[in-house]
């Protein structure tokens, strides 16, 4: 079975701290996204990569950043919380092919105060 | 861009009874679709997803969808609701990118609530 794992499934910052969010795969997919989910707008796409430190935008990639080292894991950076990046994050990893299905992990929900 | 619209952001049906979720879809190729389920505090679960071939798709825990490129819909039924299908859905276009791989656009979800 394909695995993703979070770090945290729950985590509470300040306002203006570093916040790092870990994600890692097991099953050697070149893909791996960030999404950050919020009611009523449902799944939004923040950052994508598809190989080591390679990185794209997605669709809301403003007080963001990624960090891709190892194939593996892909972290997500708010480089200074807002309490507007409050909401669930999750990741997803897929392989390197059109038709691939993305795999989730469980997500982490952040609180920012 | 590609977008995705889940008219019903809430539906409530009995145990037993048929479900139809809508999903209408804007692409300008021909589309890979998907429907995905999240159950609370958990992620995203894949249902079914269509590629090409046959329009009518059937996923897991018995549901089917079916692919009208005529009116860009891709609905999810199940004939008999169970209470254990309570949940959020969500339905998803993907876009292929240049570095290889599905970017997905959701839709906003509709949550799902079962009567016994």
């Known amino acids: 079975d394909v695995k993703v794992t979070q770090s945290s499934r729950y985590l509470v910052k300040r306002t203006g701290e570093k916040v790092f969010l870990e994600c890692v795969q097991d099953?050697?997919?070149?893909?791996m996204f960030w999404y950050r989910q919020d009611p009523g707008l449902g799944l939004r796409l923040i950052y994508f990569?598809?190989?080591?430190?390679?990185?794209e935008k997605g669709d809301i990639p403003e007080g963001y950043s990624v960090s891709r080292e190892k194939k593996e894991r892909f972290s997500l950076i708010l480089e200074s919380a807002s309490t507007n990046q409050t909401s669930m994050y999750l990741c997803a990893s897929s392989l390197r092919r059109g038709q691939e299905t993305q795999y989730f992990g469980p997500g982490t929900r952040l609180l920012v105060l | 861009a590609q977008s995705v619209t889940q008219p019903d952001i809430h539906i409530t049906v009995s145990e037993g009874a048929s479900l139809e979720l809508r999903c209408n879809y804007s692409?300008?190729?021909?589309?890979?679709l998907f429907w995905y389920v999240q159950s609370p505090g958990q992620g995203l679960q894949l249902l079914l997803k269509y590629f090409s071939g046959d329009t009518l798709v059937q996923g897991i825990k018995g549901f089917e969808a079916e692919f009208k490129r005529s009116q860009s819909s891709f609905n999810l039924r199940k004939p008999s609701v169970h209470w254990s299908d309570a949940a959020e859905y969500f339905c998803?276009?993907?876009?292929?990118?240049?570095?290889?791989?599905?970017?997905?656009?959701f839709g906003t979800g509709t949550q799902l609530k079962v009567e016994l």
């Open positions: 990569s598809y190989d080591v430190k390679m990185k």
């Open positions: 099953m050697d997919h070149e893909n």
């Open positions: 692409y300008g190729a021909t589309p890979y």
């Open positions: 998803a276009v993907g876009a292929v990118f240049t570095g290889g791989g599905n970017k997905l656009t």
